[in-house]
């Protein structure tokens, strides 16, 4: 299975951009990436999927090099509400096999 | 359209006893899982079904049996629970496999087992 690595946790203010970076050098050729948000105490939710350059949707921005070693999940003028545990997540390139939840990155926004 | 749903959502068990976490999505997807999650770490798949009448363990199956019972529901058994099955328990559904679309998740169920 591709693994993932990003950083365990990061601090921002209100109004900040924040930029998660997650590597994962052993991506196959058909792997998309994903970004999953988790609040306490509920389900992750889906964020963002992109497979190479930047995607972007109402909530964030994904930004993907021509190697897709990393990627890197922007979100615009964070709030209080944004603090929660962001996962990066690739496919392994066998069809129905599993995404791969890694410990993820605790974000806090203080204001 | 309800998404993913779960019961019950808190269950207290002891030693050996036996229970099932049940799990229905009504958003006509095909493939569907149960994870678990530990106190600060991720979701670790205990076992997943791809399709209706199919069913694949995941990276921690042990202590665990699962049904998929028709297309929209898909339970998962402990037949004799152990302190180490402690966790929240998350039930996903997709369209696809896992590898290029999005999961779905339920509300978890939060078991403790004395």
């Known amino acids: 299975l591709a693994k993932t690595t990003q950083p365990i946790s990061m601090d921002s203010y209100e109004g900040q951009e924040v930029n998660i970076t997650c590597s994962h050098n052993?991506?196959?050729?058909?792997?998309?990436i994903t970004w999953y948000q988790q609040f306490p105490s509920q389900g992750p939710r889906f964020i963002i999927q992109?497979?190479?350059t930047k995607v972007t949707n109402e909530v964030a921005s994904l930004f993907i090099p021509a190697d897709r070693k990393s990627s890197t999940l922007s979100l615009p003028r964070v709030s209080l509400s944004d603090t929660a545990v962001y996962y990066c997540l690739v496919g392994d390139g066998s069809g129905y096999s599993t995404l791969t939840f890694g410990k993820g990155t605790m974000l806090l926004v203080s204001p | 359209n309800a998404g993913v749903t779960q019961t019950p959502k808190f269950q207290v068990l002891k030693t050996g006893q036996s229970m099932t976490l049940q799990c229905a999505q009504d958003m006509n997807h095909n493939s569907m899982y149960w994870y678990r999650q530990d106190p600060g770490m991720g979701l670790r798949l205990i076992y997943y079904?791809?399709?209706?009448?199919?069913?694949d363990k995941g990276e921690v199956p042990n202590g665990y049996n699962v049904s998929r019972l028709n297309k929209r529901e898909f339970s998962l058994r402990l037949e004799s629970a152990a302190p180490s099955q402690t966790s929240v328990y998350f039930c996903?559904?997709?369209?696809?496999?896992?590898?290029?679309?999005?999961?779905?998740f339920g509300p978890g169920t939060r078991l403790l087992v004395l």
């Open positions: 052993n991506i196959a050729t058909n792997d998309y």
């Open positions: 996903a559904s997709s369209e696809v496999g896992a590898n290029q679309e999005t999961q779905y």
């Open positions: 992109g497979y190479k």
């Open positions: 079904s791809a399709s209706e009448g199919t069913t």
